[in-house]
């Protein structure tokens, strides 16, 4: 009697083999079908102006319309650039941190207007050395009104504008809006107040740890890392959002060594700019 109950034994140990499997066959599938979760990265390496940042926004755009990019790191080394433009890229950073986190890792540089977009972030790493500050604005004063025989305008600042008094005033709001960026985005983490701040000095990376202009000493990868940490995420892929995005490769050049005439280092136009010029006969590190 045994030897015939062995057989429907076995059966019944098979089918019960095949209810366990199927399951699990299906999940690894399903699996396969489901990409894996990104953590896309936004290099911030430039002179913040038009291009760069129509760029950028893109960037930003795909990472939120994209539910497979979980958070972003946002590799800073830039001097700054427009008022207009940065306003613009911060904007964009506000709209995504609604959904996803986005950490920042300062490399060289986060001046001006690129402070301006780290503060923006969840969380900023820099290194040690990394140069960080330059909280303020600069334009350049338009000069008196003046007559010229040839030329006929219907308002004394017709050719420039507005006076300078309107100009001073104009850059005074900027930059106590500048300083409510930083108020909001460090919270209780700052240190000193609008008096250190608002001198426009740039500091060490290690000085900025101690005002509490950024929250660690740390590289690139702790950045991804510490995105992908918010988004609770693992078995994650890293992607460059520019490829994803669609744009054309960055430009190669070195920052800070391009051409003056090709990129605006250098304001040679009337406007206003959230931006840190280094001295002319020398350059950084």
Do not use: C
Request: avoid cysteine; hydrophobic fraction near 45%.
């Amino acid at each position: 009697m045994s030897e015939q109950k062995r057989p429907s034994g076995w059966r019944r140990a098979g089918r019960a083999f095949l209810w366990l499997a199927f399951p699990l066959a299906v999940g690894v599938l399903l699996s396969l079908l489901v990409p894996r979760p990104v953590v896309g990265v936004i290099y911030l390496d430039n002179v913040i102006y038009s291009k760069t940042a129509n760029d950028w926004i893109a960037q930003l755009a795909y990472a939120r319309a994209h539910p497979e990019v979980r958070a972003v790191a946002l590799i800073v080394n830039s001097p700054g650039g427009t008022v207009v433009d940065t306003e613009a890229v911060y904007q964009e950073l506000a709209r995504l941190r609604q959904t996803k986190p986005v950490v920042a890792s300062v490399e060289v540089m986060a001046a001006s207007g690129a402070y301006y977009l780290s503060v923006g972030t969840d969380y900023i790493y820099a290194k040690p050395a990394s140069l960080v500050g330059n909280i303020g604005v600069i334009d350049e004063l338009p000069p008196p009104p003046i007559v010229f025989e040839n030329i006929v305008s219907t308002g004394p600042y017709k050719l420039w504008g507005m006076p300078a008094d309107t100009v001073l005033r104009r850059m005074e709001m900027i930059k106590q809006g500048f300083y409510q960026a930083v108020k909001l985005g460090r919270g209780d983490k700052l240190r000193v107040g609008p008096e250190v701040l608002l001198r426009g000095e740039i500091w060490s990376g290690t000085e900025a740890l101690r005002m509490g202009l950024i929250d660690e000493l740390g590289s690139r990868s702790q950045a991804i890392e510490r995105a992908a940490q918010m988004a609770r995420i693992d078995h994650y892929r890293v992607a460059d959002l520019r490829s994803l995005a669609g744009l054309p490769p960055a430009r190669g050049l070195p920052l800070l060594e391009m051409p003056e005439e090709t990129i605006p280092l250098y304001p040679h136009e009337p406007g206003l700019y959230l931006l840190y010029v280094p001295p002319r006969d020398r350059r950084l590190p």
